[in-house]
């Protein structure tokens, strides 16, 4: 009997984790209370020492001394900065005017605001209310289709998830140990070809069902000429100026994301105070609501530190493995495999579960079998995006709903979704079939320059004591290694 | 009186919470300046001329001399950010959970779910948690362990933030537990109901 337990007690532990996170305590907690609970039961077995569980200790301090998870706090001030200091506005408002006498004008101008959001804000929540609230009134007022109204805004929102800086990039990066960097330039041409695919279906639209989505009569479009032009201007010039400050520093090499997310807290105030929002309420409402989110997060990260510290122990990751390279098919097998897993599993655990808690025991077998761990990271994340369109859990759709008008019913929102869910799994679909839309960019050499920021990362996941040295870097340069100061 | 003590965590964790509220604006602060006196950096050498010295090496020098406290000190505020803060996120439901079944139940079941769980998941947790991290603080105490690079910070705060936020933790869960009890045996109301997080 002992013998059959202490052979099966990785997938007890696996069914131990399902059955109690869906009872529906707190995620974090669930996790390390199942990790603990068959830590204490393996080391009576005797499968582990007494001491395992010391290390403990250097799981959460490793977790806790990243500096890499910095950038989870600082892109979400940026955002929650962001989100109320007019920005959405004045954009949508212009696009929406620029585009308005083509067929389908709003939704391009949804997409392309969609994007630019996603590139400075980063939170889904943040980019759909902001464009339900503006772009919904006015899509319906001009006789568009509500089910296709709420589809491209939902999706559209969602987009922020794959255009860097996102978050969901950087934990992803995080636990499949590669440069978040190196994730960002994978994401971007991947998420470009999202915005085209999305353009794509809005122009078949136009063309197949005009009637869906009209073009804005001549007296709606009431700025013209300069007036059209410093609205798009006060948008755009911001906003790029953003984007060009964060992911441009990224991709440069010259500050790690961490830093990047700082500086664009800075950035972020600055727009607010030109646009005379910056008031210390809304800095005030953006610390309180970071410092949850964060603490969740990385609770959550606690957690799965301590779960999978276990699992490890007890050769969880031996039988995953197995498991998942003994899959039919070697690659693509696996592929198919782990991304329609993803995609179902998707429907109940958020992107910050699946990253900690999936991706991990996921990494082992892509390494395994010899798949790029970015693009897989890229393929995850396009994959996750539909999480947040899964009728009737989406969270996308959660919000909008939140914010629609009483006259749109949720099953229109739920039946509007089903088209941009299509278009998503065509794009996970593209990016299998051609990874070098991930890796094109990446064999660029300035990735080599990327890739010595975050040299010192796997010196921390080990839990080793110190913190990445940044301190002088040669003229520009990231130091290669945590050298003390020359 | 349970009414009461469950009054007095809530404060307690409200007060750090206030701590970690404003590490996140200081560690943004912080960490701006570091990375923007970094760009800068390559300016002042080529201001200091080859032989360094004057105004501008010598804020070089100040900055070479401290960069190393203040990235540490984005993570000791980080730590801080996360551990004083778990117990007010508790506090106010924002912990993510699996809604599969906890979204389509009771209240009632809601708060048998949120007693049980407090009880075998989440205090054994934290008296865990304390009983593995304390001693590890006190061995950084006693030897004053300081950080490996030049310049860095001493060790201890950071490692006492771990303890403390899980006694924080427990404090909370504790006060949790006293609110699920107090509405399952009389007509206490719990003020935060459920909601789904903002992401």
Not at chain 1, 301 to 323: D, K, N, P, T, Y
Request: hydrophobic share 55%; aromatic share 14%; net charge negative.
């Amino acid at each position: 009997m002992t013998a059959f337990i202490i052979h099966y007690m990785a997938p007890m532990m696996f069914a131990g984790l399902i059955i109690f996170m869906i009872i529906g305590y707190p995620a974090a907690f669930s996790l390390a209370a199942v990790g603990l609970f068959f830590g204490f039961f393996a080391i009576e077995l005797g499968v582990i020492q007494p001491e395992f569980l010391g290390n403990l200790t250097y799981q959460l301090y490793s977790v806790l001394s990243n500096e890499l998870l910095l950038a989870i706090p600082f892109f979400t001030f940026m955002g929650v900065i962001l989100e109320r200091c007019g920005l959405a506005e004045d954009l949508l408002e212009g696009f929406g005017q620029l585009f308005g006498n083509v067929r389908g004008g709003l939704s391009y101008a949804v997409i392309i605001v969609g994007a630019i959001l996603g590139a400075i804000t980063g939170t889904v929540a943040a980019s759909v209310i902001a464009m339900g609230l503006i772009s919904l009134p006015m899509m319906m007022k001009y006789g568009y289709n509500i089910r296709h109204a709420t589809g491209v805004i939902a999706a559209s929102g969602t987009i922020t998830q794959l255009i860097p800086p996102s978050l969901v990039l950087i934990v992803l990066a995080d636990a499949l140990g590669q440069s978040p960097g190196d994730m960002y330039i994978g994401a971007t041409g991947a998420s470009i070809v999202q915005v085209l695919l999305f353009a794509g279906w809005v122009f078949i639209l136009s063309i197949f069902r005009p009637e869906y989505v009209p073009a804005l009569p001549p007296e709606a479009r009431t700025l013209r000429g300069w007036d059209l032009f410093w609205k798009c201007v006060r948008g755009m010039v911001p906003s790029l100026a953003l984007i060009a400050i964060v992911l441009g520093t990224i991709f440069m090499g010259l500050a790690t994301p961490t830093e990047a997310g700082a500086m664009g807290v800075v950035g972020a105030m600055i727009i607010a105070a030109i646009a005379r929002r910056l008031t210390w309420d809304l800095v005030y409402q953006g610390m309180e609501s970071t410092m949850k989110l964060t603490a969740m997060v990385v609770f959550i990260l606690m957690g799965a530190r301590v779960f999978s510290l276990v699992f490890q122990g007890v050769g969880g990751s031996h039988w995953i493995e197995e498991m998942l390279t003994g899959l039919p098919g070697g690659q693509v097998g696996f592929l198919i495999f782990t991304m329609v897993f993803v995609f179902i599993i998707a429907f109940f655990l958020d992107f910050f579960e699946i990253a900690f808690i999936i991706v991990p025991l996921l990494a082992p077998a892509a390494v395994a079998l010899d798949i790029n761990l970015i693009w897989f990271g890229v393929l995850l994340c396009a994959n996750m995006q539909t999480s947040f369109m899964h009728p009737p859990f989406g969270f996308a759709l959660f919000y909008l709903r939140g914010i629609a008008p009483k006259e749109v019913k949720s099953s229109d929102i739920y039946w509007g979704a089903i088209p941009w869910i299509v278009l998503q799994l065509i794009l996970v679909g593209l990016l299998v079939a051609f990874p070098e839309m991930v890796t094109f960019f990446l064999d660029k050499p300035v990735v080599q320059d990327l890739n010595n920021i975050q040299i010192e990362l796997p010196a921390l996941s080990g839990g080793l004591d110190g913190a990445p040295d940044l301190g002088l870097p040669a003229l520009g340069l990231p130091p290669a290694s945590p050298a003390p100061t020359p | 009186m349970l009414i009461a003590i469950t009054r007095v965590i809530d404060r307690v964790s409200r007060l750090a919470s206030y701590v970690a509220i404003f590490l996140v604006l200081a560690a943004s602060m912080v960490s701006a300046f570091n990375a923007l006196f970094r760009y800068s950096v390559s300016g002042l050498i080529y201001l200091a001329g080859p032989e360094g010295g004057g105004v501008f090496g010598a804020i070089f020098d100040i900055y070479r001399q401290n960069s190393n406290t203040l990235s540490e000190a984005q993570w000791y505020m980080f730590t801080g950010m996360v551990m004083l803060g778990g117990a007010w996120t508790l506090k106010v439901n924002e912990h993510v959970r699996v809604d599969l079944l906890y979204g389509s139940v009771s209240e009632k079941t809601r708060t048998w779910i949120d007693f049980l769980g407090g009880i075998f998941f989440l205090m054994p947790m934290c008296i865990i948690m304390l009983y593995f991290t304390w001693p590890w603080f006190l061995v950084a105490w006693n030897s004053s362990e300081g950080s490996l690079n030049a310049g860095g910070l001493i060790r201890w705060p950071v490692k006492l933030m771990i303890p403390v936020g899980f006694a924080l933790l427990g404090l909370q869960a504790f006060a949790e537990i006293s609110k699920c009890y107090l509405a399952l045996t009389g007509n206490y109301v719990r003020e935060f109901a459920y909601e789904k997080p903002l992401q």
